[in-house]
């Protein structure tokens, strides 16, 4: 398995907040759970959620960056740390 590149651009850090889509089937279980804990909770949707879930697990797995911790963090607790 080839090794994930985790050096961070300084250009890239100038750049703010880039986002791209992707596009993914959900099994029907999981899009009912997410759409019943989105309705519960009206400061989440369905992008933070995936967000913070996507973030989360790299963090689990040991992927250490700094903008992914903000991510994760900023979406947990509805933080921004934007400059």
Sequence with gaps: MQELNNKV???VLKQ???VISFKCELQENLQKAMKEFVEEHP???QYRL???AI???LMQKGFQNRDLTRLY???MFSMNFNE
Aim: aromatic share 12%; net charge negative.
């Design 43 to 45: 400061n989440w949707d």
């Design 16 to 18: 703010k907040d880039e």
């Design 55 to 57: 973030a989360g697990f």
């Design 9 to 11: 651009n300084p250009i």
């Design 50 to 52: 995936l967000q913070a």
């Design 73 to 75: 963090i900023g979406n």
